[in-house]
């Protein structure tokens, strides 16, 4: 099956300007994440999908953080404006409701975010 | 507060010894462990997932040991090779999704 694809693999914006991010996880997942890394940390989740619905957006900066799911399938996560600690790697996983429990998140390549 | 605590300095060892991580949690009742291997430039990939009422779980040469009275998961590869160097990460879960440590990198010198 085809895994979790990201798209830009890299960007290189200007603080204060804005960008965005594009997941499309595997077909049937339900369930859609975005994670933060900042590099030498470990993933930081931003928010949860549950088809087109949000489970947890605790930890998303709402201020300057958007993201959405319309119809249930791919995703795009917004930043706007950058920050210069926005530069990271933005990571989309999925899975499936049967997989909780069982087994765990398949992960895109990222998008590395550079903020200069 | 939650925290979850893996070894940050790296781990260098030789080829055909067993590597030993160490993951450690504190204020946290997780139903489940998972460890996933990460390669520079790449995105996490799920090796193991071991449940609170489990003690041990094997794959191949990997093993997740579970202690949930000492809070913490010891991961092992045994007969490392070179090919096994990378990120090693931890996560837990309750109702949430997975909260991950900072990972150990793991050097295996042939």
């Known amino acids: 099956e085809a895994g979790v694809a990201q798209s830009p693999r890299y960007k290189i914006i200007e603080k204060r300007q804005s960008v965005a991010f594009w997941c499309n996880p595997i077909?049937?997942?339900?369930?859609l994440y975005w994670y933060q890394q900042i590099l030498g940390q470990g993933p930081k989740l931003l928010i949860q999908?549950?088809?087109?619905?949000?489970?947890?957006d605790s930890q998303l900066p709402k201020d300057r953080f958007s993201a959405e799911r319309l119809k249930g399938v791919d995703s795009t996560l917004k930043i706007q404006p950058a920050k210069l600690e926005d530069s990271a790697v933005y990571l989309c996983?999925?899975?499936?409701?049967?997989?909780?429990?069982?087994?765990?998140?398949?992960f895109g390549s990222g998008t590395r975010l550079t903020v200069v | 507060s939650q925290k979850i605590e893996q070894n940050s300095e790296a781990l260098n060892i030789q080829e055909g010894k067993t590597a030993t991580l160490t993951c450690n949690y504190t204020?946290?009742?997780?139903?489940?462990l998972q460890w996933y291997r990460q390669d520079p430039g790449r995105g996490p990939v799920f090796l193991l997932l071991?449940?609170?009422?489990?003690k041990e779980k094997r794959k191949e040469r990997l093993k997740v040991t579970f202690d949930t009275t000492l809070k913490q998961s010891l991961f092992h590869i045994t007969a490392s090779q070179p090919a096994d160097s990378a990120t090693y990460l931890c996560?837990?879960?309750?109702?949430?999704?997975?909260?991950f440590g900072s990972g150990t990198r793991l050097q295996v010198q042939p």
């Open positions: 996983a999925s899975r499936t409701a049967r997989d909780r429990g069982n087994y765990g998140y398949t």
């Open positions: 077909s049937g997942h339900a369930t």
């Open positions: 999908f549950q088809n087109n619905g949000v489970v947890d």
């Open positions: 204020n946290y009742s997780p139903a489940y």
């Open positions: 071991i449940r609170e009422n489990e």
């Open positions: 996560a837990l879960s309750g109702r949430r999704a997975l909260t």
